[in-house]
């Protein structure tokens, strides 16, 4: 049974009357423990120093009917409980080695900020002092942050070893600071010159539920709240960047030695890099023929090793991988690495565990194609790594190469040629008896056009790669038609459309029959 405390005229009833404390924690690497804890501080909040009497009863019945009972034996303690306190850790869920210069803070979010990721002025706490004097009119404070202070400095060597990387902020209802909505934005600062980064962490309280729970004059209270990442990062061990949680609040809690309001989640402090990709190649220039040899270099950047470890590599149009070159080495030790093709896209696996501090070198070749003059010559790779402490996903890239391509013996542009001719036949081709058309107009599709020679051949060099079009004018052959084409109905048209590969050659031809064949098919 939980003894209340009382209160005199002069001293504010802080918790027990008009008034909760919220306490608001964040372990940054793995969760921190939620429920109240027995310890034996002499620096503890001695209205906290509660006895506690606990026996618990039980009934059975062993299905004849007879009905068994008993007690359990007394659990009697007069050591003070503390709250649950937010810590800052490694990526790896260790204690950092130096806190000097990590502070935490609470803020408002911008009010003039729709989206509620920009930070507004700094949430005004009250002040607390602790031990707490008697009847001065401020409120027992907490360890670690016994004054309440906002933002608060982390201690790098506490009285507690205990409350090493911790720290811990209390609200007070009785200035709306828990009340449904309320959006707060949770903000870690390394500090200056650290590999770490600033985290941010979004709060946002929802609706409240609950009633009476029978012991003294405490209500306690289901709060529920959403946290997330503003920094893409994650917010508990299981990779989440958001996630929905509930909290107890208990009127006079600090009274009771009981929690108040405590978030159960737990970030990561990892430095920005922990994996790097650097791409390279054997040569500056290539011409279509050429192979390209090409190297990934992957560093782990973290004390811990990577494994699932990939890579995506972007080839430039017209670049062929060679499977067979494919080379993966270690220390210089050769690892086994796997090949997927997709695309212009290439993915590179290994099931080795790549070591902290080391690099993992994947060297490979490929053929330049003809294709490659209508690329850019640049192509990019990512990777993609996972710790093997926490599991969490880390990237870097792209890394990009770019080589400069030369026509060589093989010209970038191609040539068109063709005929317009007489088709006796009508089969498409002409044959020795059947005569080309002299002075015949081809449009193309660039607007410029063509006039066939004496024997109806007509040709167009320098021509882009890529679709072209062809039409023929009838207008310039007076007395001709189109002749029906008996093997290929695409060719029964006007048009021609042909496909110029990069110093290719496309033909176009026009086959005709004299005008007066239809009047004596009429």
């Given at each position: 049974?939980?003894?209340?405390?009382?209160?005199?005229?002069?001293?504010?009833?802080?918790?027990?009357?008009?008034?909760?404390?919220?306490?608001?924690?964040?372990?940054?690497?793995?969760?921190?423990?939620?429920?109240?804890?027995?310890?034996?501080?002499?620096?503890?909040?001695?209205?906290?120093?509660?006895?506690?009497?606990?026996?618990?009863?039980?009934?059975?019945?062993?299905?004849?009917?007879?009905?068994?009972?008993?007690?359990?034996?007394?659990?009697?303690?007069?050591?003070?409980?503390?709250?649950?306190?937010?810590?800052?850790?490694?990526?790896?869920?260790?204690?950092?080695?130096?806190?000097?210069?990590?502070?935490?803070?609470?803020?408002?979010?911008?009010p003039s900020d729709p989206t509620g990721t920009e930070l507004g002025r700094l949430v005004d706490l009250t002040r607390t002092e602790l031990p707490d004097i008697p009847n001065n009119g401020v409120p027992g404070g907490r360890l670690p942050n016994a004054e309440n202070l906002n933002p608060y400095f982390l201690q790098n060597n506490p009285a507690d070893p205990n409350l090493r990387g911790t720290y811990n902020f209390l609200l007070d209802p009785s200035k709306g600071?828990?009340?449904?909505?309320?959006?707060?934005?949770?903000?870690?600062?390394?500090?200056?010159?650290?590999?770490?980064?600033?985290?941010?962490?979004?709060?946002?309280?929802?609706?409240?539920?609950?009633g009476e729970t029978g012991i003294g004059n405490a209500q306690n209270r289901i709060l529920r709240y959403v946290a997330t990442s503003l920094d893409g990062q994650p917010i508990r061990l299981t990779g989440e960047t958001e996630f929905t949680g509930t909290v107890v609040a208990v009127a006079d809690a600090e009274l009771q030695g009981l929690d108040l309001l405590t978030f159960e989640f737990a970030t990561n402090l990892c430095q920005p890099n922990q994996v790097q990709?650097?791409?390279?190649?054997?040569?500056?220039?290539?011409?279509?023929?050429?192979?390209?040899?090409?190297?990934?270099?992957?560093?782990?950047?973290?004390?811990?090793?990577?494994?699932?470890?990939?890579?995506?590599?972007?080839?430039?149009?017209?670049?062929?991988?060679?499977?067979?070159?494919?080379?993966?080495?270690?220390?210089?030790?050769?690892?086994?690495?796997?090949?997927?093709?997709?695309?212009?896209?290439?993915?590179?696996?290994?099931?080795?565990?790549?070591?902290?501090?080391?690099?993992?070198?994947?060297?490979?070749?490929?053929?330049?194609?003809?294709?490659?003059?209508?690329?850019?010559?640049?192509?990019?790779?990512?990777?993609?790594?996972?710790?093997?402490?926490?599991?969490?996903?880390?990237?870097?890239?792209?890394?990009?190469?770019?080589?400069?391509?030369?026509?060589?013996?093989?010209?970038?542009?191609?040539?068109?040629?063709?005929?317009?001719?007489?088709?006796?036949?009508?089969?498409?081709?002409?044959?020795?008896?059947?005569?080309?058309?002299?002075?015949?107009?081809?449009?193309?599709?660039?607007?410029?056009?063509?006039?066939?020679?004496?024997?109806?051949?007509?040709?167009?060099?320098?021509?882009?790669?890529?679709?072209?079009?062809?039409?023929?004018?009838?207008?310039?052959?007076?007395?001709?038609?189109?002749?029906?084409?008996?093997?290929?109905?695409?060719?029964?048209?006007?048009?021609?459309?042909?496909?110029?590969?990069?110093?290719?050659?496309?033909?176009?031809?026009?086959?005709?029959?004299?005008?007066?064949?239809?009047?004596?098919?009429?």
């Open positions: 049974m939980l003894n209340n405390a009382k209160c005199t005229k002069k001293k504010r009833c802080w918790l027990t009357t008009s008034t909760m404390v919220f306490l608001m924690g964040t372990s940054l690497s793995s969760s921190f423990p939620t429920q109240a804890q027995l310890v034996n501080n002499q620096n503890t909040n001695q209205n906290n120093r509660i006895p506690i009497v606990n026996q618990a009863s039980y009934q059975y019945s062993d299905g004849t009917g007879r009905i068994f009972r008993g007690f359990s034996q007394v659990l009697n303690t007069e050591r003070g409980l503390i709250d649950p306190l937010g810590r800052i850790l490694g990526c790896g869920g260790e204690l950092l080695p130096d806190y000097t210069g990590f502070s935490v803070g609470v803020y408002e979010t911008n600071q828990t009340q449904p909505g309320k959006t707060y934005i949770l903000v870690v600062n390394p500090p200056a010159n650290s590999i770490y980064q600033q985290r941010r962490i979004r709060i946002r309280i929802g609706e409240s539920t609950g990709i650097i791409k390279s190649g054997d040569r500056a220039t290539a011409e279509p023929g050429d192979t390209a040899i090409y190297r990934l270099s992957l560093r782990n950047l973290v004390e811990v090793g990577l494994n699932n470890v990939f890579a995506i590599d972007t080839l430039p149009l017209g670049f062929r991988l060679q499977p067979e070159t494919v080379r993966g080495e270690i220390n210089g030790k050769e690892v086994e690495v796997s090949t997927e093709v997709n695309g212009q896209n290439v993915i590179f696996r290994t099931n080795a565990i790549l070591p902290p501090r080391s690099v993992l070198n994947i060297v490979y070749g490929t053929r330049i194609t003809p294709d490659a003059m209508r690329g850019s010559g640049v192509n990019s790779a990512v990777v993609n790594a996972q710790r093997v402490d926490n599991n969490f996903r880390t990237q870097d890239g792209p890394a990009t190469h770019k080589l400069q391509l030369r026509p060589g013996m093989i010209s970038d542009c191609g040539t068109i040629i063709g005929r317009v001719f007489v088709d006796k036949n009508f089969d498409g081709e002409q044959q020795e008896n059947e005569p080309g058309i002299p002075n015949a107009v081809i449009y193309l599709n660039n607007g410029n056009r063509v006039t066939t020679d004496p024997n109806g051949l007509f040709s167009v060099a320098n021509v882009l790669p890529g679709n072209h079009t062809g039409v023929l004018d009838l207008s310039s052959l007076p007395g001709y038609t189109l002749a029906p084409n008996r093997r290929f109905k695409e060719r029964n048209s006007q048009s021609r459309l042909v496909r110029i590969a990069p110093g290719g050659t496309a033909r176009m031809n026009f086959a005709v029959t004299p005008s007066f064949l239809e009047d004596v098919k009429k």
